[in-house]
């Protein structure tokens, strides 16, 4: 399986793949530069390596002021054109679903319900019990409040909020907390994380909106969010507490569903105890996550007939108790049975809310486990079929407690029909396994997430599947998980006490998403107030009335929950600020380009035969690790490369399309830029002899590129300068590399003439002809002469340069934030899987040089 590590379109830890810097693909924004004969850039808006904003492939680093010409090209926005060109490799889709036909929809639909609804299935598991461990049964219109109470909920959150609204909010299919932080982050420089590029600030849905009122209050937000680095702050904490609450609830999930499902052999076997519940429930949880390796789609196809045929025993089971006890319970969709409910019971009923929640459990898993399918398909398997089973099976259950008062204590198992009893027991216990791996794969895809946007340490994923990127497993995480759910079972075995966790889990990412979808509202869906403020007061004045009963019952053991959140918290705030702070620091302190000039082609020190690659994760500038390298070496190599790992968002990058170079500094300094491409299911196996044979023959084929380029311009050139009224002409080249050549002066030089401009006559053709009969024979020899020197230096031999930096805190920093940069932080990216890791770098070969960045 292939492995996801750092791309580089940052530094320090936070790389891009599927967040912030994919927004830069989507602007159309372009200006007008001038560009010297050397291919070099001139940018007045920046001083330090401006220039390597264009889009023109062939274009340097640095411009050279040996020569005064210059040429007007037309480039794209002013950003790294690696962070652009990287991404545009041949079949990359940007979403996966697009176009299926029907039969594949069916099978995506039929795999949703193995992956996405175990969790929102296996609710009627548990769900009475809570609600009536709290609040006893005192009559049948306790059992018809209560189960009006499950109706409702179970509409309104999964329902109305998440299929019909929240699931629209993705990120061009990705879900989640992270996901909707990035659909923000794109429409308002709102962003904190350390990998926001320039181009961020010209990504907007505004500028071709019809006025209206709507749009001039989303400006307003717009630029309430962009000023006030207090309200950033707030946003990002409130996306990283949420996702924090989907990783505590990727422990609890498990733990809750299997421990229910397990509970049902009390009612079959008498002799069956607790304890005995808890130790099959821990071998159910180790087979659990020993099986999630296998994958999504080998795993949802699998499991996927077993929950079809649980929710069809819900429905089945739920129609028999219908007929057969009590019928009367569909007065339940009347909701004044919830105002009776809350009269008879009052302070309990408010406890009950706490076990009223657990029917909406695994909505926010349907959100989050967006990237694995369809937006239609989960959609659609709600609606037809997990819905209408599980009112059913609700309604069933009721039906039977209105005749059966004392079997609250295990609703679901005692309802059951005596002679179906022990089938739907294995296979509830099955849909209890499937319903644990809802909220795994869905912390796969918060984490995957966030760790590429920079807030979360580097970790190793597996793409299970080379048709769909979004599908992945993470080992460590995996079993980290494995662990804390075992240590929960065993501390906690009272299902009453994990479903007051398992509401303060799911209640925290449903108060979060609610808050970043109603930002999206405002800012880019753009709708009517009234509909945002319904929307707002309902869904979060639901969910605060929730969370207040759950957290009332903090002290039963459901505190071990927030404690894990907290933890989970502070990992991803303290990489995030560290991350930051290393990405900034340096990006002051790249080498400027006047400095390279005064070193010279030979750097201020000598230049022994041979080639120096250099990894860093920087694609922008000269990484100031280089300065050490220059410093601390008594040489360096006569060629430089500065070589970037990227993965794109494509399965497999041919090796004809693995290597993007662009020319760093004059030809003399022979530094180029490289950018080695990896799709997600590539694997960085190959031979470093082989692995060097194609890096240089990319770039000889570069080189040969560049002046077959050259030499189109040239003649482009003598064209234009072959008349006098032309003398002022101009080569244009578009943004695919194509070269025009204006066949009128520009404006700003026009010297206003009499004459008409006429072509020129055939006697002036000569000279032109000869000189670029003269200039091609020049560029022969010099393409020639630097093919020569880098075989040369690559028969000298190659040599991998490697530069570890790390932060410090400053002797003078408050004691916080030595406290964390130089234990916390330091502790992190020791331990997380660092950006060479994936590198098959030669030992014999390798050269490391350590920086420390004091901040």
Not at 140 to 163: C, F, M, Q, R
Not at 399 to 410: F, K, T, V
Not at 546 to 566: C, E, P, T
Request: hydrophobic share 45%; proline share 4%; glycine share 8%.
């Amino acid at each position: 399986m292939a492995e996801e590590t750092s791309g580089g379109s940052g530094g320090g830890g936070s790389e891009i793949i599927n967040g912030v810097g994919l927004s830069s693909m989507d602007s159309t924004e372009s200006r007008w530069v001038f560009q010297n004969d050397d291919e070099s850039e001139i940018d007045e808006d920046d001083d330090e390596l401006g220039e390597e904003d264009s889009e023109h492939h062939t274009g340097m680093d640095s411009d050279d002021d040996d020569n005064g010409e210059q040429r007007l090209i037309r480039t794209g926005p002013r950003i790294d054109s690696f962070d652009v060109e990287a991404l545009e490799v041949p079949g990359a889709q940007r979403n996966d679903y697009e176009d299926f036909s029907v039969g594949k929809r069916i099978i995506l639909a039929f795999q949703t319900l193995g992956v996405v609804f175990g969790d929102v299935g296996t609710s009627p598991l548990y769900t009475f019990d809570v609600i009536f461990t709290k609040a006893p049964i005192n009559g049948n219109e306790d059992v018809l409040g209560a189960l009006s109470l499950v109706l409702y909920t179970l509409i309104l959150i999964p329902l109305v909020k998440y299929v019909f609204v929240v699931l629209w909010a993705n990120d061009d299919g990705e879900g989640g907390t992270f996901a909707l932080y990035s659909l923000i982050c794109r429409h308002a420089k709102v962003s904190l994380l350390p990998n926001q590029l320039p181009s961020d600030a010209r990504i907007s849905s505004f500028r071709l909106k019809v006025p209206s009122p709507e749009l001039e209050r989303s400006l307003k937000i717009k630029e309430r969010l962009e000023t006030s680095l207090t309200l950033k702050r707030l946003l990002l904490m409130l996306v990283l507490a949420g996702t924090s609450m989907v990783i505590a609830d990727g422990v609890v999930t498990p733990a809750m569903s299997v421990m229910s499902a397990v509970g049902g052999l009390k009612v079959g076997v008498d002799a069956v105890k607790q304890d005995e519940v808890v130790l099959i429930s821990v071998a159910f949880l180790v087979i659990l996550f020993s099986v999630q390796k296998f994958g999504t789609s080998k795993v949802g196809m699998a499991v996927g007939p077993a929950l079809f045929i649980w929710f069809c025993s819900l429905a089945g089971i739920g129609v028999y108790n219908l007929v057969k006890y009590d019928s009367s319970v569909l007065r339940a969709f009347n909701p004044v049975h919830i105002y009776y409910f809350f009269k008879r019971n009052s302070i309990k009923a408010w406890y009950a809310l706490g076990g009223c929640i657990l029917c909406a459990t695994g909505s926010e898993a349907m959100f989050a486990d967006l990237c694995y399918f369809s937006v239609r398909s989960v959609q659609l398997t709600f609606m037809f079929l997990v819905l209408p089973c599980l009112l059913l099976g609700y309604l069933g259950q009721a039906a039977y407690l209105m005749d059966n008062h004392a079997g609250a204590e295990q609703a679901f198992f005692s309802s059951i029909p005596s002679c179906a009893f022990w089938p739907v027991l294995l296979i509830a216990n099955i849909a209890a396994l499937i319903a644990s791996r809802a909220m795994t794969t869905a912390t796969f895809s918060c984490i995957k997430q966030s760790t590429a946007l920079g807030c979360f340490p580097r970790l190793k994923i597996i793409h299970t599947s080379r048709k769909f990127m979004g599908q992945i497993y993470i080992p460590v995480i995996n079993w980290f998980l494995l662990v804390v759910c075992l240590v929960f079972v065993c501390s906690i075995s009272s299902v009453t006490e994990m479903g007051n966790a398992y509401g303060i889990a799911e209640l925290g990412v449903m108060m979060m998403t609610t808050i970043l979808v109603t930002i999206v509202m405002l800012l880019i869906w753009q709708i009517n107030i009234i509909i945002v403020l319904s929307f707002v007061v309902v869904f979060l004045g639901m969910e605060l009335t929730f969370f207040s009963s759950v957290l009332w019952s903090v002290g039963d053991g459901s505190w071990i929950v927030l404690v894990f959140a907290i933890v989970m918290f502070l990992i991803m705030y303290i990489w995030n600020y560290g991350s930051k702070l290393k990405y900034e620091t340096e990006v002051k302190q790249k080498l400027s380009m006047d400095l390279m000039r005064e070193l010279g082609c030979n750097l201020g020190t000598i230049r022994a035969p041979g080639i120096g690659l250099l990894y860093n994760e920087l694609v922008k500038g000269i990484p100031a690790i280089f300065g050490h390298f220059l410093t601390t070496l008594p040489a360096i190599h006569s060629m430089i490369i500065f070589v970037c790992i990227k993965y794109v968002p494509v399965p497999v990058v041919p090796q004809s399309e693995r290597f993007l170079f662009r020319r760093v500094c004059p030809k003399s300094y022979h530094i180029f830029r490289c950018i080695a491409r990896y799709g997600y299911k590539d694997v960085r196996k190959e031979n470093h002899q082989t692995f060097e044979q194609l890096l240089i023959e990319s770039l000889e084929k570069f080189i040969r590129r560049e002046a077959q380029e050259r030499s189109l311009e040239s003649d482009g050139d003598d064209d234009a300068d072959s008349g006098d009224d032309l003398s002022c002409s101009r080569v244009l080249i578009a943004p695919n590399g194509s070269v025009y050549s204006l066949g009128v002066p520009l404006l700003a030089e026009y010297r206003e003439r009499n004459e008409p401009i006429s072509e020129p006559s055939t006697s002036e053709e000569v000279k032109p002809e000869l000189s670029a009969d003269s200039t091609f024979s020049d560029a022969e020899q010099s393409l020639e002469r630097e093919l020569s020197f880098i075989r040369k230096a690559k028969e000298s031999g190659v040599v991998y340069l490697l530069g570890h930096g790390d932060i410090r805190a400053r002797k003078d920093s408050w004691f916080i934030k030595k406290l964390v940069i130089n234990y916390f932080y330091a502790f992190l990216r020791k331990n997380c899987r660092r950006g060479i890791a994936n590198l098959s770098v030669p030992h014999s070969n390798l050269m490391q040089v350590g920086m420390t960045y004091m901040v």
